[in-house]
């Protein structure tokens, strides 16, 4: 397949140039692969050849393919063969359909250059408009429209655009001299500014062009259009681009497609305007038309948040027929794409034209509800909508929102649109390199807060809690990409000022500082003072409710909770989860009236000492057991015993260094007898701590004495345990509750271990049910499996265990030999790097750890195949790693009570990919 007119072009060039109607030519190409097509033209121009294939309005044009980008980069920023030729070429087609030349004063041709990737980068790269004007055109469009206004909007668009996109020059050196000559005429907005205004600016702009580049304004079109299209493939290596793909997970291989299309111009009077609009309300996912708009206005002038748009839905008031024939095109869009569509429209002179359509960027409230609503309108299946939704964007329904009931006065001090919901609490930062050092570096949550974000600005946000703007619309850069990236946001707040000099933000008589902490709720569009506290989010949206009962008919996981206490386990069991995979007792023990009892215990100087302070640890154990039982009634509880090194409930021991050399300092200027008397006391008792710390210190705790060695050495410990764990069974079945409990032993290495540990459980459950009358109980005892050995041996343990439990963070701890606590200090280096493509922390490590998972799972189940497998440790919520614990067949994942919700679509959609 070849351009039209193409045939004077040598046959070995590589073909890199396609026309908007040439899809079904591209069709063929790829052999019907519609996602070939979208990586060969772009998003944007694959989209705009379906939509010339549809009818739809759209202005003449052709799309660059991303194989010349790629050819151009690896090429030392140089022109492929034949690339020039065929966008000239190219240009020839247009002109023909345009009825227009690009150069020619008489009847002048201007084109658009646009960038588009595969994936939609809202922002993130390079666009020039109005490619073809120079001074001879100007004169010529003047002499054919009239109007000085319209002709010198345009060329000063142009020379801004180049200077800025193509040239490297700051934006704001010629938004200052716009900014000057609005105040110079006492004008509020560009609109008011006529066309000797205009003139005046472009000669301006001229100069600056000339005293930053020390050359003239390029005069020739094909130039023009040469140093543009270099400039959009240049984008692709862009920072703000690069950052952007780092946060969307985009491969940095694809490379962008450039669209050149015919200019359609929205500023030519009342009968003309630009827009952005979607088929639905992206924000909260309601079937409504949602966007903005202005009359005799381009489309930058709608997105930059340099104008306050107009909704469009008056747009039905200003040009009824126009908004009727853009609802009908809107709602054709979203049922032939079976998705939400993000459109950009011009309207030159009473006609309708698209000049875009995606796919929209939604906040996850939006797409839950979307993807449910498309399901009952018969647009999708089930399993689209749960394909759709991504596991992340379920997280976000658990973000907590501002509980301004708990300040009785917190009132707004500031009100703007709610673009994208939550709430976020942070100190105000005025530019996107200081919310991204406070933020990474310094530990700290930050409000971004902007005039109006540009691309340059993603870093910023990225690294921010929120975003709060001055101005800007629904369909702005800063409401765009914090609903993509889930952050919170309140954009166009009206009579803010932002005074970037001062480094303070002013409406009314209220100021605030830059490091000054503001709250925002982007749900409602408000902004409050201070740090305001924040309620636990409820799982109550119908729509989510929905998916997830859908998601649950799918998957095959089974999801259940780590929970300490019963309040954890009730909102657990709440949020869907199925049992407790993981109770850490350790926890328990921290608390403020069993830390002294537990010290007790440790600090004993004989069996008889230790028991006592065991025999008081045991009813508040029974009692924690009772709780989550009765919470969970009818589910497993995992129960898993005494873990950590005991040295970590009692002080650090340079604490009691500094503390008794404190007090031998403080009794030297004691007279008083009864002082001294104390003091020595005192003295004696932390002198006592000191050795037992001493005492119990290791080198290496975490690989120490904790865990089933533990249990081994006090053997009281575990029996205290094992009992309180089936006194509060006991006491539950007495009144009805189904109580289904496993004890877990954890760290276990060696089969023998474990053997010790169930010789005391079995000793101790028979007491116990002797001093009960011989009540009918059943459980299960098994293993966490968390260390390299254990994985390897799994098949001995499993002779000895009911289930296993991965534990993988441990595990991965070890098997990497790089500690969990201190290798966040280099384990992002070596992502960035690539010597690492994610932390093993997060995500599972499929080559290593997870060969010792598949080897447990298999050991263990040949020799006991009644083996019942689950993971507990913090993979248990990550996406990536439920699809790996389903490919290896375990029971069940466990993951915070926050996290079910998130592990319940992720299991399903790991269930349908193995269909898939």
Not at 400 to 429: C, E, H, I, K, M
Not at 540 to 553: Q, R, T, V
Not at 596 to 623: H, T, V, Y
């Amino acid at each position: 397949m070849r351009v039209q007119g193409q045939s004077d072009l040598h046959m070995e060039d590589k073909l890199y140039v396609y026309l908007l109607s040439q899809l079904d030519q591209v069709r063929d190409l790829v052999e019907g692969d519609w996602d070939e097509v979208r990586s060969l033209l772009g998003g944007k121009g694959a989209n705009l050849a379906e939509m010339y294939d549809l009818g739809v309005p759209v202005p003449p044009g052709f799309v660059i393919a991303t194989t010349a980008c790629n050819d151009y980069l690896e090429n030392e920023s140089t022109y492929p063969a034949g690339l020039w030729e065929q966008i000239r070429h190219g240009i020839t087609d247009v002109e023909k359909q345009a009825g227009k030349v690009l150069g020619d004063a008489a009847n002048p041709l201007l084109v658009a250059c646009r960038s588009g990737a595969k994936f939609s980068m809202p922002g993130m790269m390079d666009t020039v408009l109005n490619i073809g004007l120079n001074d001879e055109v100007a004169q010529g469009l003047l002499s054919l429209s009239g109007d000085e206004r319209f002709v010198y909007d345009l060329y000063r668009r142009l020379i801004q655009m180049f200077g800025s996109v193509v040239m490297g020059l700051s934006d704001e050196v010629f938004e200052t001299v716009i900014s000057n000559e609005r105040e110079r005429l006492g004008l509020k907005s560009d609109a008011e500014m006529g066309g000797k205004d205009w003139r005046l600016v472009t000669r301006r702009f001229k100069e600056i062009y000339r005293a930053y580049t020390h050359l003239e304004f390029p005069q020739d079109p094909n130039e023009q259009l040469r140093l543009a299209v270099e400039a959009v493939f240049n984008s692709w290596n862009g920072k703000r681009a690069i950052d952007y793909r780092n946060a969307t997970g985009i491969a940095h291989d694809l490379g962008t497609a450039v669209t050149i299309q015919a200019m359609i111009f929205g500023n030519m009077g009342d009968q003309s305007g630009s827009g952005v609009a979607m088929s639905r309300n992206t924000s909260t996912g309601e079937k409504e038309l949602e966007g903005d708009y202005l009359l005799n206005a381009q489309g930058e002038d709608v997105v930059a948040g340099t104008r306050h748009t107009k909704p469009l839905a008056e747009l039905q008031r200003d040009l009824p027929e126009i908004y009727t024939e853009f609802a009908k095109i809107a709602a054709r869009l979203e049922q032939h794409y079976r998705n939400v569509q993000d459109m950009e429209f011009t309207i030159e002179q009473g006609k309708l034209w698209i000049l875009q359509t995606r796919n929209a960027k939604r906040t996850a409230q939006a797409e839950v509800r979307i993807a449910v609503d498309m399901v009952e309108e018969g647009l999708i299946t089930q399993v689209e909508a749960i394909q759709r939704v991504q596991p992340e964007q379920v997280d976000f329904f658990m973000h907590p929102q501002l509980d301004t009931t708990a300040v009785p006065d917190a009132t707004p001090f500031a009100r703007g649109l709610n673009v994208s919901p939550g709430a976020a609490v942070g100190v105000v930062a005025f530019d996107a390199g200081i919310a991204e050092r406070w933020a990474l570096q310094e530990n700290r949550d930050v409000i971004m807060a902007r005039p109006e974000t540009k691309p340059d600005d993603v870093h910023g946000m990225l690294a921010a809690k929120g975003v709060l703007t001055c101005r800007g619309g629904r369909t702005s850069h800063a409401a765009l990409v914090a609903r993509q990236f889930g952050k919170p946001a309140v954009i166009g707040i009206e009579h803010l000022y932002i005074d970037l000099d001062e480094r303070e933000m002013r409406i009314g008589d209220i100021t605030v500082k830059e490091g000054e902490w503001i709250s925002i709720d982007g749900t409602n569009g408000l902004v409050y003072l201070g740090q305001l506290p924040t309620l636990v989010p409820d799982l109550s949206n119908p729509h989510l409710l929905k998916l997830l009962g859908w998601a649950d008919e799918f998957r095959e996981l089974g999801v259940w909770a780590n929970a300490d206490s019963p309040r954890d386990a009730e909102r657990a069991r709440a949020f869907g989860a199925e049992g407790i995979g993981l109770c850490r007792t350790e926890h328990m023990f921290f608390e403020t009236d069993r830390l002294p009892i537990m010290q007790r215990m440790i600090m004993a100087r004989d069996i008889g000492e230790r028991n006592e302070a065991i025999g008081e640890l045991l009813p508040m154990q029974r009692s924690d057991f009772e709780g989550l039982f009765r919470a969970m009634d009818g589910l497993p509880v995992t129960i898993r015993l005494l873990d950590p090194p005991l040295h970590e409930f009692l002080p650090s021991y340079e604490q009691l260094v500094r503390e008794l050399s404190d007090l031998k300092l403080q009794i030297q200027h004691f007279s008083n007898m009864a002082d001294i008397d104390s003091a020595l006391d005192k003295i004696r008792i932390k002198q006592d701590y000191l050795e037992r710390v001493e005492a119990l210190r290791e080198e290496n705790p975490m690989l120490g004495t904790r865990g089933v060695r533990l249990g081994i050495l006090l053997e009281e410990l575990t029996r205290m345990q094992v009992r309180a764990i089936f006194e509060a069974m006991i006491i539950c079945l007495r009144d009805g509750v189904d109580v289904q409990p496993q004890i877990m032993v954890p760290l276990v290495s060696h089969v023998n271990e474990l053997k010790s540990q169930k010789l005391i459980l079995e000793r101790e459950v028979h007491e116990v049910l002797e001093e009960n009358n011989n009540p009918e109980v059943s459980y299960r005892f098994g293993t966490m499996i968390e260390t390299p050995r254990a994985a390897l041996t799994a098949d001995e343990i499993a002779r000895v265990a009911d289930f296993f439990s991965f534990g993988t963070n441990d595990l991965t701890q070890m098997t990497f030999g790089i500690s969990r606590d201190d290798g966040e200090r280099f384990l992002r280096e070596y992502q960035a790097q690539g010597i690492l493509q994610d932390n093993p922390f997060e995500t599972l490590d499929r080559e290593g750890v997870g060969q010792l998972l598949q080897m447990a799972v298999e050991k263990g189940r040949a020799s006991n195949p009644d083996l019942h497998i689950g993971i507990c440790g913090e993979h248990g919520g990550d996406p990536r790693s439920i699809h790996l614990c389903h490919e290896l067949q375990l029971d069940y994942v466990s993951c915070s009570p926050f996290r079910v919700p998130v592990a319940r679509l992720a299991a399903a959609q790991a269930a349908l990919k193995k269909i898939s």
